[in-house]
């Protein structure tokens, strides 16, 4: 990027922005109709990158996770390797289909990260592998597309003319009309013509921050990309793309067919920092038609419990136990219950826990909730985290499984610890409290039940010998009775 680069660090969560700005000593009337989105972001507890030009200076503002502290020397670089780390999970396990750095170009950033060497700009070199990453995709997809596709559409008329469709006809009430499948040819003149312009945009104003180097990297690709389009569809050369015409309904219409024409427009739409705009139920965007910023938001919460749960899977895979994850569509864990009152019986509910591990062989299950939280101390874990733990915890007891309950958190007071919580003397509800960190310099966390485990098996063995206590002496009890019946008995 150019020299005058003035970077700018904010924690997470920090609810005066302007006041944190003036306290590193910064003029905040330079932002200036500049921090509405990050306003918002780090208000909903977003983690990210903003970076814009004014007065000729570059402004980079990043807002660190609270893994990271902000006192620290190595906190740019500290941050790249999270957001490394955020792409290497969620290329795993692809829970945010809007932000994606392809695994070859993933594991040449990491090289370059830890390359102490040649990484005096971080977060630039971040930039770099981003952009690089979306025009592979981009290349990718047109080399992989013929300039037509062949689709079957729904058509409906009074005659035969194409395929019947039995299953609309079957449906169908109106017996006049006659539903068919007709084959079309679905031109990719228009996508094509659009990402043409696109990279025209982004090759006359993105590139611009970029050192020599990377800029003619980048511009040699976006070239290639250009005249590998030009020369396999026919383009429309009087369209002119900007970038409101970019976010209009209309372009999303036309990229909605398949799943790989809606990714396509992702990946466009990502070469102007659009990527962190898009709303989890949808592909529409936020306006915001600025050719001058780029930006970059992650929520910190959402991918904590994805790096927990990657962590959690490779322990049970290695101890031959099943995992189920909230998140994970096919292996949730879900727990039904019913709501009963007296005018209405049977109203299903259902408790969500972050993680349940069930290890078979011991009958044991352990009910995790993972929390995105600092704990310096035992008090900052709040009443209402007990409560729902227990609520989960006693909703899965059964005769079957014995449990065990588990907090979670990235930094702890203790890296393992044990919590009772007690009433009048009394154990009410016991948890264990373990610390999974964002030391990505480890190869891995170490998990270990083994405490628990223990206590639970000790628990067991009263269990056992309590019931069998119980079982003795009902059958004196029972052998008592019988004499008794026949000491008293008559002929």
Request: aromatic residues 14%; charged residues 30%.
């Amino acid at each position: 990027m150019a020299s005058s680069i003035n970077p700018i660090f904010l924690k997470e969560n920090e609810k005066n922005i302007f006041l944190a700005l003036q306290n590193q000593g910064i003029d905040t009337k330079v932002f200036e109709g500049k921090l509405a989105d990050l306003f918002n972001r780090v208000y909903n507890n977003y983690v990210g990158y903003y970076i814009f030009r004014q007065d000729e200076k570059i402004y980079k503002l990043i807002v660190l996770p609270k893994t990271i502290n902000i006192e620290c020397d190595t906190k740019e670089k500290d941050f790249v390797n999270y957001l490394l780390h955020y792409h290497r999970i969620n290329n795993k396990y692809a829970f945010d289909e809007t932000k994606k750095i392809e695994d070859s170009l993933l594991s040449l950033a990491f090289k370059n990260n830890n390359d102490n060497t040649n990484s005096h700009l971080p977060l630039e070199e971040f930039e770099f592998y981003k952009y690089k990453s979306i025009l592979e995709a981009i290349e990718k997809f047109f080399k992989k597309h013929k300039n037509y596709k062949r689709v079957k559409v729904d058509y409906v008329s009074q005659s035969v003319k194409y395929i019947l469709n039995l299953k609309n006809n079957i449906r169908e009430l109106d017996k006049t009309k006659v539903h068919q499948s007709k084959t079309i040819d679905m031109m990719y003149s228009l996508i094509s013509t659009i990402t043409y312009g696109a990279l025209k945009l982004f090759m006359n104003h993105k590139l611009n921050d970029f050192n020599d180097n990377k800029k003619k990297i980048l511009l040699s690709q976006c070239k290639n990309i250009r005249s590998f389009i030009a020369k396999k569809y026919n383009l429309d050369k009087s369209y002119k793309l900007t970038l409101s015409k970019l976010n209009s309904f209309k372009i999303e219409k036309s990229f909605k067919s398949t799943n790989e024409t809606k990714t396509l427009l992702t990946s466009i739409k990502s070469l102007f920092g659009f990527e962190q705009m898009y709303q989890d139920d949808g592909v529409s965007v936020d306006n915001r038609y600025d050719l001058k910023t780029t930006s970059f938001f992650i929520n910190p919460i959402a991918f904590y419990e994805w790096y927990v749960y990657d962590i959690l899977k490779n322990y049970a895979l290695d101890k031959k136990k099943i995992i189920l994850f909230d998140k994970d569509k096919s292996n949730k864990t879900q727990i039904k219950y019913f709501l009963n009152s007296k005018r209405k019986k049977n109203n299903q509910r259902s408790s969500n826990p972050d993680y349940i591990i069930v290890d078979e062989e011991a009958k044991i299950k352990i009910i995790i909730d993972a929390k995105w939280k600092n704990i310096e101390k035992i008090s900052d874990i709040s009443s209402s985290d007990y409560l729902k733990l227990k609520f989960d915890s006693d909703i899965l007891k059964n005769n079957e499984y014995s449990i065990s309950s588990y907090f979670i958190y990235p930094k702890l007071y203790d890296y393992n610890d044990v919590l009772s919580i007690q009433v009048d003397n009394n154990s009410f509800f016991d948890v264990n409290v373990m610390q999974i960190d964002m030391n990505f310099e480890k190869e891995k966390n170490s998990i270990d039940f083994t405490y628990d485990y223990k206590m639970i098996e000790q628990k067991v063995i009263e269990s056992t010998r309590i019931e069998k206590l119980k079982s003795k002496t009902n059958n004196e009890s029972i052998e008592i009775k019988k004499n008794r019946t026949k000491k008293y008995s008559f002929p």
